[in-house]
């Protein structure tokens, strides 16, 4: 017995030699930590959908599983409508689900995350660093993410009212002269192609509107620096339109790169969905590819979009040069007097700036209305100054009805990914409304909701105190909206969908069941049909 005793002393003592010195005061610190880091890894070791599937159907065989456990409720989709009376699949309640296989998630392995992380996550982020940011502004460059990510119906509505006036400006200087005559008509073909590039620029500005400057001397300054005809005001306007061509940003290149690695991410996740060895991780991940394929829209037409390397330097360009316009004698002396006047406020391209229509249209509108303007229009009026002989003032600020197709174009884009990816997912077994389609159907709410309460407090709101209070309450919203569709990605990666609650699809309604069939027995049943149409519609 003693000797037993001493073997244990020495036993414990060479233990306590061998085992790492724990600072005294702070072993509750220790054991926190401890707990902090072995809690998921019991929870993940916890629930197996494939192990607890097989004891399930191990207990449903031998008659052990409890009635209580069993759904005998409605079954959705083709399940429902074709059942397979020979070997009946075993439909358990969510109730039953959380008693066998636990109520927490069983989180996908490295193997599959990574596959999500390569295939969606990482193009993603590329196409996000394509963007036009400016420099050295991390404020903006912060709330222009949250306003893109988060409302991109309204980002893409004002990008493409701006494309849509450069493209009309492009139109109207392609019409001026015959294609066969360019070489004769060389200098106001480019003293043309000048004007329109830079009311093109301009359109992109903030307008500062004040008493001092009121809209209708605005549109009269901006008429008569773009279109004037004295030598004064025609070199100012060339040296004006060739400083800015060299300013503007290039980076088509490297964002048909990034969008050529997205189409490239969408061929495989949709070679995977619908292979054989396609898993119902895969049809997911091809609905959260669907889900974000507006963003590769979005980056595109930011790039395709007139936008410069430095905004500020171009905004002192455009100022100095309206400022000389305004001091030339031709101009009438209606103009006001304004000591060293900016004409022009903050940079408002690619949706940086809210309830902004640009001061192009309604000079563009002036133009059509006054001018012929079929083809070879500009030897037709031999002085170009009959632009300005109209009196018509239109409102410089006031939208035009025709904005309405872009409007359109930017839902249509946003909605039919987020149906697409509604479709994927809704009818991916569990059929019904859950985690991952109640998620997607969110996010399309939402950023719709977002541009109905921009549309509605650019209609209803008086600039100032009402606006600026909208403003920050949409900026909340964009940054929620964002934050949700990071959420969707991080919990599409990681797996945290993939627990009894979300395969249930209990978000529609009714008690919720889970079955442990494979998508080979899904796919017997056509459920490839769903994941197309999800395909095709986006």
């Given at each position: 017995g003693n000797e037993h005793q001493g073997s244990k002393h020495r036993n414990a003592g060479t233990l306590r030699s061998l085992s790492p010195r724990v600072p005294s005061g702070k072993p509750q610190l220790l054991m926190l930590f401890l707990l902090l880091i072995s809690t998921p890894l019991a929870a993940t070791e916890k629930t197996n959908f494939e192990q607890c599937g097989a004891r399930v159907k191990e207990l449903a065989k031998?008659?052990?599983?409890?009635?209580?456990?069993?759904?005998?409720?409605?079954?959705?989709?083709?399940?429902?409508?074709?059942?397979?009376?020979?070997?009946?699949?075993?439909?358990?309640?969510?109730?039953?689900?959380?008693?066998?296989?636990?109520?927490?998630?069983?989180?996908?392995?490295?193997?599959?995350?990574?596959?999500?992380?390569?295939?969606?996550?990482?193009?993603?982020?590329?196409?996000?660093?394509?963007?036009?940011?400016?420099?050295?502004?991390?404020?903006?460059?912060?709330?222009?993410?949250?306003?893109?990510?988060?409302?991109?119906?309204?980002?893409?509505?004002?990008?493409?009212?701006?494309?849509?006036?450069?493209?009309?400006?492009?139109?109207?200087?392609?019409?001026?002269?015959?294609?066969?005559?360019?070489?004769?008509?060389?200098?106001?073909?480019?003293?043309?192609?000048?004007?329109?590039?830079?009311l093109s620029v301009i359109n992109q500005y903030e307008l500062n509107i004040c008493p001092e400057l009121p809209e209708h001397h605005m549109e009269d300054i901006l008429r008569v620096a773009l279109f004037g005809g004295g030598p004064a005001v025609q070199q100012a306007r060339g040296r004006v339109a060739a400083s800015i061509r060299r300013e503007r940003r290039r980076g088509v290149v490297q964002n048909l790169v990034s969008l050529a690695w997205f189409l490239a991410a969408m061929a495989i996740s949709i070679y995977k969905a619908f292979g054989d060895l396609g898993e119902n991780s895969t049809a997911h991940n091809l609905a959260l590819g669907l889900l974000v394929s507006w963003l590769p829209v979005l980056v595109s037409a930011t790039i395709v979009d007139r936008n410069p390397m430095d905004s500020h330097y171009v905004r002192t360009k455009l100022n100095s040069f309206l400022r000389k316009t305004v001091k030339i004698p031709r101009i009438p002396n209606a103009f006001p007097v304004v000591r060293e006047p900016n004409f022009l406020g903050e940079f408002a391209g690619q949706a940086r700036v809210r309830w902004h229509s640009g001061a192009a249209h309604p000079i563009l509108r002036i133009m059509e209305a006054t001018l012929d303007m079929r083809r070879d229009w500009l030897a037709r009026y031999p002085n170009t100054d009959e632009v300005l002989a109209t009196a018509t003032h239109p409102r410089i600020l006031i939208c035009?009805?025709?904005?309405?197709?872009?409007?359109?174009?930017?839902?249509?884009?946003?909605?039919?990914?987020?149906?697409?990816?509604?479709?994927?997912?809704?009818?991916?077994?569990?059929?019904?409304?859950?985690?991952?389609?109640?998620?997607?159907?969110?996010?399309?709410?939402?950023?719709?909701?977002?541009?109905?309460?921009?549309?509605?407090?650019?209609?209803?709101?008086?600039?100032?105190?009402?606006?600026?209070?909208?403003?920050?309450?949409?900026?909340?919203?964009?940054?929620?909206?964002?934050?949700?569709?990071?959420?969707?990605?991080?919990?599409?990666?990681?797996?945290?969908?993939?627990?009894?609650?979300?395969?249930?699809?209990?978000?529609?309604?009714?008690?919720?069941?889970?079955?442990?069939?494979?998508?080979?027995?899904?796919?017997?049943?056509?459920?490839?049909?769903?994941?197309?149409?999800?395909a095709l519609i986006t």
């Open positions: 031998n008659n052990s599983l409890p009635l209580e456990d069993i759904y005998t409720g409605p079954v959705k989709g083709l399940l429902g409508r074709m059942p397979n009376t020979e070997n009946p699949i075993l439909h358990i309640t969510l109730d039953a689900c959380e008693k066998h296989c636990g109520s927490t998630p069983q989180f996908y392995t490295w193997v599959e995350s990574s596959d999500t992380i390569t295939t969606w996550v990482l193009p993603l982020v590329s196409l996000v660093l394509q963007a036009p940011f400016e420099s050295n502004n991390l404020r903006q460059t912060i709330l222009l993410v949250f306003r893109w990510v988060g409302s991109p119906i309204a980002s893409m509505m004002y990008i493409f009212w701006n494309m849509k006036v450069t493209r009309k400006c492009a139109i109207m200087v392609d019409m001026s002269v015959k294609v066969t005559e360019r070489q004769e008509q060389a200098s106001r073909f480019a003293a043309l192609r000048d004007s329109l590039y830079l035009d009805k025709s904005q309405g197709w872009q409007i359109a174009a930017a839902i249509v884009i946003v909605f039919s990914c987020s149906i697409g990816a509604f479709i994927v997912s809704y009818f991916t077994s569990t059929i019904g409304l859950g985690c991952r389609s109640g998620g997607y159907m969110i996010f399309g709410l939402n950023a719709f909701f977002c541009l109905f309460a921009e549309m509605t407090a650019w209609v209803f709101l008086n600039p100032g105190t009402q606006r600026r209070v909208a403003q920050w309450f949409l900026r909340f919203c964009e940054f929620t909206n964002s934050c949700w569709l990071v959420y969707i990605i991080i919990a599409q990666t990681f797996g945290i969908y993939n627990s009894c609650y979300c395969k249930s699809s209990t978000w529609g309604g009714g008690e919720g069941y889970v079955d442990f069939e494979d998508v080979q027995y899904y796919k017997s049943h056509n459920i490839e049909i769903s994941w197309l149409l999800g």
